[in-house]
């Protein structure tokens, strides 16, 4: 009960910050939005239909949705750095809440944020041609969900463990853009050269793309889009299970490291 | 098991070579204000970082409220109150919300949490300020609010890290009559660094710390007995004649001093009374004048307990007088 309090408590907190933070809620959904029009109109007709009735632009938007709840939550593993540098960590850390609860209560204060970003990119579907239906949002919301929690945990686990907010940030995009990149956000995983292949096949980050995108396009089995793990063709289900299971182990680590700093 | 609050056996804490503290040991008693003295970089904060949790000492032990610091972090934790010497609030949230936040990690009751943030912001003067984000906050302004902070949740052990620094003499003023009143109504243990002599008079006991090391440890008074006796100014009308009588009856030396007598006693308090009322020389004044905790301090530590403010006073004045003069 009081570890809930403390979950709820650092969870507010962030949600509070962003609320202040009115142009980091515009920025945070401009920055994919530029993807998505510039490589979208610039390629799309070039690129022709990537599936049955899905042009480039259409393929691409699940993806633009995964990267903004990516690329958001794992950044969000910077407020601590920042808690560190500006001292409130301090407060945090001589509180009677376990550290446990801390890191869990930060990872899911930036995931929460992750996902609001997230919903609010949905709300462009239809310039594109994508159709949602509430049901489709329902169903995209505990998957983005997903993924951002294990990508806030392994922001939470980088930030425990660099000091500096220079080299945080470098350290963070060395990891981030490969993440996104490989992980079928701009082209489908098929027909890759081998080492390209091997590299979507363990960026975690592939097996949180690819349930968000098989719900909102309704990709049916066999499609070109899905995720092919040694000939096998991962279903969505599997998909979740690879990715619950990094989240776990992330968020435990989170934890761990978290107890273990000075 | 002691009943003692605080306890601290052998610790050290070292980084790399240097050992920012040295080796300590001491009790605090419930209840106590305990003044702990020392030079810039002597190891203050560091001790109280080992005993809220914050740094794991290198060896030794200490605890808390019966609890080890190491091993009992959670039990710690809870006992604890702090302000610490550096910043450590939320800018970017109001300063209603930085309380908000630390009564819901501290778990005070919701139905005392609204009033007892009310009472603590009034204390310090920043309920017309509550909405307002703390990073326009003034200096002393963003100083009453964590103090205002360490103070909500009524906690065991306060720890005080200069938390006055910065304050004006009115702030200073309401915020230890609040302490005070506090220890007298909940018996809160007060561990408090500062380099204001008039605060650190406030202590029951009060160590002294240099490069890691304790040099002394005692009460107000005892450690100015330390360092000299009480000094006694005494004007009779019968100089000569007092001088014999201070001589014969107590074995005291004097010197003539203007118009009047000058002589040490160890404890001008105690002895006063008594030689007023016994004295055979008539008295027209007399003045007692005790050895103040600087001296203690210049002593002990062979430097001046605001040394270092004057002379970073002086060097910003040199600075801002050579910028002018390079102009
Ligand atoms: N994290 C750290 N890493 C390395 N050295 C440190 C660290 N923290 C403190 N020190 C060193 O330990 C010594 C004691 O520092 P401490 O902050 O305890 O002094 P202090 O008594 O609080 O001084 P002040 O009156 O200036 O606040 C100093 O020499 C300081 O440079
Ligand atoms: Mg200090």
């Known amino acids: 009960m009081k570890n809930l309090l403390g979950i709820y408590t650092i969870w507010y907190r962030d949600l509070l910050r962003f609320w202040h933070d009115k142009m980091r809620m515009v920025s945070s959904v401009v920055f994919p939005l530029l993807f998505l029009f510039v490589f979208g109109s610039g390629l799309s007709a070039r690129m022709g239909l990537l599936g049955p009735g899905i042009n480039f632009s259409q393929f691409m938007f699940p993806g633009i949705i995964g990267m903004t709840v990516l690329m958001s939550s794992f950044a969000s593993g910077v407020s601590i750095v920042w808690d560190r540098e500006f001292g409130f960590l301090k407060e945090v850390l001589v509180a009677p809440v376990s550290r446990a609860t801390v890191a869990t209560g930060k990872a899911f204060g930036g995931a929460t944020v992750a996902l609001i970003q997230g919903t609010l990119t949905l709300a462009f579907s239809p310039l594109i041609g994508v159709s949602l239906t509430p049901l489709k949002i329902l169903q995209l919301l505990p998957l983005m969900l997903l993924l951002a929690t294990a990508m806030a945990s392994m922001g939470i686990l980088l930030a425990t463990r660099i000091r500096s907010m220079e080299a945080f940030q470098a350290v963070m995009q060395m990891l981030m853009f490969p993440m996104t990149f490989l992980s079928g956000v701009f082209f489908p995983l098929q027909g890759l050269p081998a080492w390209m292949d091997f590299l979507t096949k363990i960026n975690p980050a592939t097996y949180g793309i690819a349930p968000i995108r098989e719900v909102m396009l309704g990709t049916l089995p066999g499609s070109p889009f899905a995720v092919t793990l040694f000939g096998h063709v991962m279903t969505l289900w599997e998909n979740i299970g690879v990715m619950a299971g990094f989240g776990a182990i992330m968020l435990v680590l989170a934890m761990w490291s978290f107890s273990h700093q000075e | 098991m002691s009943k003692d609050i605080i306890q601290v056996e052998n610790l050290v804490k070292k980084f790399g070579a240097l050992a920012a503290v040295d080796d300590i040991s001491f009790t605090i008693a419930p209840g106590e204000i305990f003044g702990f003295l020392g030079p810039n970089g002597a190891g203050k904060t ?282």
């Open chain 2, 46 to 327: 560091t001790t109280i970082n080992i005993l809220c949790t914050l740094a794991r000492p290198t060896s030794g032990k200490a605890t808390v409220n019966g609890f080890d610091v190491v091993h009992q972090q959670g039990m710690v934790r809870q006992s604890i109150g702090l302000v610490f010497q550096d910043p450590s609030l939320d800018e970017r949230l109001s300063g209603l919300q930085n309380l908000r936040f630390h009564a819901l990690v501290y778990n005070i009751p919701r139905s005392v949490r609204e009033k007892r943030i009310e009472e603590m912001l009034q204390m310090v003067e920043l309920w017309d300020k509550r909405h307002n984000e703390v990073r326009t906050y003034s200096g002393g302004m963003k100083r009453r609010l964590e103090l205002a902070r360490g103070l909500l949740h009524s906690p065991k052990v306060l720890f005080l890290d200069e938390p006055t620094l910065g304050l004006d003499p009115q702030t200073r003023q309401r915020i230890w009559e609040y302490i005070l009143d506090l220890r007298q109504r909940k018996g809160t243990t007060v561990f408090l660094t500062t380099h204001y002599m008039d605060e650190a008079e406030k202590a029951d006991r009060i160590a002294i710390i240099d490069h890691g090391k304790l040099v002394a440890i005692d009460t107000p008074a005892g450690l100015k007995r330390l360092v000299g006796k009480d000094i006694v100014s005494l004007k009779t009308d019968d100089n000569v004649r007092a001088g014999e009588e201070l001589k014969g009856r107590y074995q005291i030396e004097s010197r003539r001093d203007g118009d009047g007598l000058v002589f040490e006693v160890a404890s001008g308090e105690e002895f006063l009374p008594i030689f007023i009322k016994e004295f055979g020389t008539r008295i027209l004044s007399v003045n007692l004048r005790r050895p103040s905790l600087d001296t203690v301090f210049l002593k002990l530590t062979g430097r001046d307990i605001r040394e270092e403010e004057v002379t970073d006073v002086l060097k910003a004045m040199v600075r801002q007088h050579g910028r002018r003069t390079r102009r």
